[in-house]
């Protein structure tokens, strides 16, 4: 089997963490690296959280990248209160050693993206792209396929009326992203809300792969009952909503959806609180098919 390469960029995070796993264990992609960004945790603890992951699936060879520590311009703002104190739902898994720095995201994706043909799935904010862009344009336009857990069309936000939180924590980096890829006269894959809400790890689930695999199960029990107790509280849902794994499970098969693609006059708008960015060119993924925004 060819394997597909990726790189996953993204802000562990108790989502981000189960996209990892699912990742992990896909025979179907090989992952050259992870890449850290500011979101849900800080760079920081996204790193740590990373290399916590990566040795519960015994795939400490992975080799794991911080990058940028605060959007592009505006504040940061972590999604602690969502993912707990520590990032993976106040389990406090203990650290991991290792794992030199000797180079950063943006210059670790430059390189792979130069060296050969690799796809990349962004599951947190886009401020590492956005630096890619600034820094390597050459390297950004290779990248194979961009699948971004981002974004909501049809939906209400999560941190606004309409904003979710990837995309509102860095507005500028989203926006750059997707005009680059635009004038590039490149597409974006993107798993919005409206359709990662319909995706709930519920407690029936959760016993059921324990059932299938105890360690596994357990461990995922482990990081998300934060995530079941604040889905509860403020959505009042059983269960947890888990973005993140979409995206990695749609870049798995989305070749076997790519007939119900079909153009229509939507218009994709992402909130700024007191900015607003109009996508021009973008991949919206529905239930029932992929909506395709033309320039």
């Known amino acids: 089997m060819n394997k597909r390469k990726i790189i996953i960029d993204c802000d562990p995070g108790i989502d981000d963490s189960l996209a990892i796993m699912l990742a992990l264990t896909s025979p179907e992609i090989e992952v050259l690296g992870i890449t850290i960004v500011c979101g849900n945790s800080p760079v920081e603890m996204g790193f740590e959280n990373a290399k916590k992951i990566l040795k519960q699936m015994n795939r400490l060879d992975v080799p794991v990248y911080m990058g940028e520590p605060r959007p592009l311009k505006r504040d940061y703002v972590n999604a602690l209160d969502t993912h707990g104190a520590d990032g993976l739902g106040e389990s406090f898994l203990p650290e991991v050693p290792g794992y030199q720095q000797e180079i950063g995201a943006v210059d670790f994706l430059s390189k792979a993206l130069i060296k050969e043909k690799v796809s990349v799935i962004a599951l947190g904010p886009m401020t590492n792209l956005a630096r890619l862009i600034q820094k390597a344009p050459a390297a950004f336009d290779q990248i194979e396929e961009l699948v971004s857990m981002g974004g909501s069309f049809k939906s209400h936000g999560n941190c606004s009326p309409v904003a979710e939180y990837n995309y509102w924590c860095d507005p500028d980096a989203a926006a750059l992203v997707y005009d680059t890829l635009h004038q590039n006269g490149k597409m974006i894959h993107m798993i919005g809300l409206d359709v990662t809400r319909k995706i709930v790890l519920t407690p029936t689930l959760l016993e059921y ?39 990695v499970a749609y870049f798995l098969f989305f070749q076997y959806i790519s007939n119900k693609i079909h153009s229509t006059d939507l218009l994709l708008i992402t909130d700024y609180f007191r900015q607003k960015a109009f996508a021009k060119s973008v991949f919206s993924v529905s239930i029932q098919s992929i909506h395709v925004i033309p320039p």
């Open 209 to 247: 792969i324990c059932r299938l695999n105890k360690e596994t199960g357990e461990f995922i029990r482990k990081i998300t009952k934060f995530y079941f107790d604040f889905h509860w509280e403020w959505e009042h849902i059983i269960g947890c909503v888990i973005n993140d794994p979409l995206a």
